[in-house]
């Protein structure tokens, strides 16, 4: 009988929450930083996913359902070592020269995984690593790693970080960042389905926007929900370069939608993440 191998690392909110900011003039309203945190966070946020789709195409999760209930992944997936009980264990998802998904996502070149045990288990750590990873267009490089800090059976939590993270546009904007995060799974405990998986995080990141401002953030209460694209609700608080007032991006409350509000001073937009 094959264990169950179940990836929770989809679950957590990946990256840190990293973002980017920029000086705004308080006659003015400019976006971009709001711009900048959806694009990158949600990048985290698909790689997600993903590797919770592969997991669940190759029996390796511990649930009955992945995170949308279709066989979708247009990737090549492979374990190393191919058994089910040898750690370190190292997965990767290989989207080749790209593929498009039935929501629209074109992903292409590959991300590995490298488990030191089933990443349910307390004690577990997996890192991330990019080659040539494109969502969208926009490259995705850096270290991921992630701890499940789980203090007891009835609590799981983890702690993640990313070091020298990049991300690069089309037309050759770059952000940069280092973050960590801290989260607890606060839905889906204790449910043979990943669909109703929940957690809640916070976290603090630095770095250089797009707009070549450096930035220091802080999100608290941060919620992604495993049947929704995007974060669902939560707030992150940015400060850049030597402006005093901080950029806000409010996620909602709770619905599953693209919008998030993007506010500075007296103004605000709503705006919708990038794919």
Same mark, same amino acid.
């Given at each position: ?11 957590? *909110? ?5 973002? %980017? ?21 949600? =990048? ?17 999760? #511990?649930? %009955? ?13 492979? =374990? ?17 020269? !790209?593929?498009?998904?039935?929501? !629209? &996502? ?7 995984? *490298? ?26 490089? @850096?270290?991921?790693? =992630?701890?499940?800090? +789980?203090?007891? +059976? ?29 989260? &607890? ?5 204790? %449910? ?12 603090? +990141?630095? @770095? ?26 939560? =707030? *992150?608080?940015?400060? +850049? #370069? ?6 806000? &991006?409010?996620?909602?409350? !709770? ?21």
């Amino acid at each position: 009988m094959k264990p169950k191998f179940r990836i929770s690392f989809a679950a957590v *909110v990946l990256a840190g929450l990293i973002l %980017t900011a920029c000086t705004k003039k308080k006659d003015t309203f400019d976006s971009d930083s709001g711009t900048s945190y959806s694009t990158v966070d949600n =990048l985290f946020k698909d790689v997600n996913k993903t590797l919770n789709d592969a997991a669940k195409e190759n029996n390796l999760t #511990g649930k %009955t359902d992945g995170t949308d209930g279709a066989n979708d992944l247009c990737a090549t997936v492979t =374990l190393n070592p191919p058994d089910w009980t040898t750690f370190p264990k190292t997965v990767t998802v290989d989207f080749g020269t !790209g593929c498009t998904d039935q929501y !629209g &996502v074109t992903r292409k070149g590959k991300f590995t995984a *490298v488990f030191t045990d089933y990443l349910h288990n307390a004690g577990a750590h997996v890192s991330v690593t990019f080659d040539n990873y494109y969502v969208n267009g926009v490259k995705l490089e @850096g270290l991921y790693a =992630l701890a499940n800090t +789980s203090p007891n +059976s009835s609590t799981r939590t983890f702690n993640d970080t990313i070091t020298n993270g990049k991300a690069t546009t089309p037309d050759g904007k770059v952000c940069t960042w280092n973050a960590t995060r801290s989260s &607890v799974q606060t839905g889906g405990f204790g %449910t043979l389905i990943i669909l109703d998986d929940e957690y809640t995080g916070q976290g603090k +990141s630095t @770095g250089i926007g797009f707009n070549g401002k450096t930035f220091d953030a802080t999100s608290t209460n941060v919620v992604m929900k495993l049947n929704c694209r995007y974060l669902v609700s939560g =707030l *992150v608080t940015i400060y +850049s #370069g030597t402006d005093p007032t901080p950029v806000k &991006v409010d996620f909602g409350n !709770g619905a599953c939608d693209n919008k998030y509000k993007v506010s500075y001073d007296v103004y605000s937009a709503t705006l919708q993440f990038w794919y």
